[in-house]
Structures are given as C-alpha cells and as structure tokens.
C-alpha cells in the first residue's frame, strides 16, 4: 500500500490517509488481519505529524475498518468489502450531485459533462 499526500487536494492530510487506506482494502490491497504500520512510522514515511496519522487511525477504527491490539499495533478488520464500496459509493455520488449542480450552473450541457469525466478518467 502506497499512500500519497497532495498539498493541492481540497481533503485535510488525515482525510487523504483515511481515504487512501479504504480504498487499498476495498481493492484487496490490505487484506483483514494485516498489519497497519505504526502511528509513528507512518507519519514518518509521509513526513506528517503524528497527530494527524493518529486523527486518521482514529477515524478508521471507528468506521470498524482498522483494530486496535493492545501492545501490538493496528490491523485490519475483518470485514464485508462490499459494505464498505458502498459507503464509498455513497460518498462519491454526494460528491458528483455537487459537481454536477456547478457544472449546469456553469451552463455546461449532460454531453460536455460525460465528456469531461471521460477525458479526467482516461487521464488517471
């Protein structure tokens, strides 16, 4: 799992972790019971305060995606991917119905929207 932190992302730096490691189980790239680095370890290798891995952390184990052992570290949780994807999708669909709102407000047509979405998805 590779997490990357954007200074030009409109997300806090703990929103980019938390949603970065969600989509890394959604896509079977952590698999339940793995091991999470350390709260301390991570902020290092982003070059971020441990505070804000912490805040991510925190997030995520209250979302029953990662676990807490005592003396031990974080893993992650065993857990209906799907659920998860859907929450995601959830997400994202709030996310366009503002995108779209500024875009018709803007005065861009549904066809010069599809195209849009389909030149930003052909570029990732």
Do not use: W
Not at 19 to 29: G, N, T
Not at 72 to 94: P, S, W
């Amino acid at each position: 799992m590779k997490i990357t932190i954007s200074a030009n992302s409109a997300l806090a730096i703990y929103e980019q972790i938390v949603s970065q490691i969600k989509d890394a189980v959604i896509k079977k790239e952590l698999a339940a019971g793995e091991a999470m680095p350390s709260i301390r370890g991570l902020a290092k290798d982003l070059s971020v305060s441990v505070i804000t891995t912490k805040r991510a952390y925190e997030e995520l184990e209250k979302e029953g995606i990662i676990q807490s052992v005592a003396g031990k570290g974080f893993y992650v949780c065993d857990m209906n991917r799907e659920i998860l994807k859907e929450k995601h999708t959830m997400q994202l669909e709030a996310h366009f119905e503002q995108l779209v709102s500024d875009a018709k407000n803007a005065g861009l047509t549904l066809e010069q929207i599809i195209d849009l979405v389909s030149v930003l998805y052909n570029n990732q």
